[in-house]
């Protein structure tokens, strides 16, 4: 519908749903954020010196270096600094949210290290321990400075909360515009065949459902938006989604109030859905319009 020329949905007094994802202080960056969202809604500017760029690579040099894969979370910032860490993108299929991480653990390419230290100052985590027992120069260098930028696409982001989810930092802020409760039925539990279905894992936006491997089905409810799609896809009415609040921009008194406020009802569960059992329904040829 247009109101002289410009579509109402596009009008500041329209109501819209309001949700927001920002980046803080906290944010180093890395790139765990980046490879974790399902939907590349983020892009990572990351600005560091390469080592190569630093000192010149000493071939007699001999040492030991050690990855602690307790400490270290993939983040990836070794991979960018110098060429000796190998780090392989995991398959998405493979990504879950009881085995969430996007990178294979990290390696080593002895053949590609001379054990000069950088490394071991740069990781955020203390995870790398490097120990030089030869060189020709000693080095006293302080590691490169870690900048750059997370950049969100507002248009592709669907506030599933993967990057939340998987931040080992706390840096991003995600508010849903949806509030609810996703629950599992289990009077009818027995009856879902997820191997044979993956109704809900194939529907989810999210990438919230999964298939555990202590139970049957499970779903990791920070990062489910209460879409309401898994609910209807499942054939077995396993699954039950309830919305306690919904977050929106302020109702102006105009002529759609009562019916956005109808429709907030309706998602919250407070009201059955609208009837149309007597409305016609019609669509507009190339005679005019035509009911039916």
């Keep these: 519908f247009r109101m002289e020329g410009t579509d109402i949905r596009d009008l500041e007094e329209y109501p819209h749903l309001e949700s927001h994802i920002r980046v803080n202080e906290r944010c180093i960056p890395c790139l765990i954020c980046e490879r974790a969202c399902p939907k590349d809604a983020i892009k990572l500017e990351l600005s560091i010196q390469k080592r190569e760029d630093i000192i010149p690579f000493d071939d007699t040099a001999e040492g030991e270096i050690r990855i602690d894969c307790d400490k270290c979370n993939r983040c990836g910032i070794c991979s960018r600094f110098c060429d000796a860490f190998v780090l392989i993108e995991r398959d998405p299929e493979d990504i879950t949210p009881e085995s969430p991480e996007e990178f294979e653990p990290l390696m080593i390419d002895l053949d590609k290290c001379d054990y000069c230290t950088l490394c071991a100052d740069l ?55 949806f509030e609810g409760d996703i629950s599992i039925i289990e009077r009818r539990l027995p009856e879902c065949d997820p191997v044979g279905c993956h109704a809900c894992i194939n529907i ?31 054939r077995f009415d396993v699954i039950d989604v309830v919305r306690s609040s919904v977050r929106h921009t ?43």
């Design 123 to 177: 990781c955020p985590e203390d995870a790398i321990e490097v120990v030089c027992h030869l060189r020709k120069e000693r080095i006293e260098i302080e590691p490169p400075k870690i900048e750059g930028e997370i950049l969100i696409d507002d248009n592709i982001c669907n506030r599933c909360g993967w990057c939340v989810f998987r931040c080992p930092y706390g840096a991003i802020e995600l508010e849903k515009p």
């Design 250 to 292: 302020p109702l102006a008194d105009l002529p759609w109030k009562n019916q956005w406020l109808e429709t907030i009802e309706i998602i919250k569960g407070e009201r059955e859905e609208r009837s149309y059992k007597n409305l016609r329904f019609f669509r507009k040829g190339e005679e005019g319009i035509v009911f039916r």
């Design 204 to 234: 989810c936006p999210s990438r919230a459902w999964y298939i555990p491997q202590n139970d049957k089905i499970a779903v990791e409810e920070s990062l489910c938006t209460y879409c309401g799609a898994c609910v209807n896809a499942c």
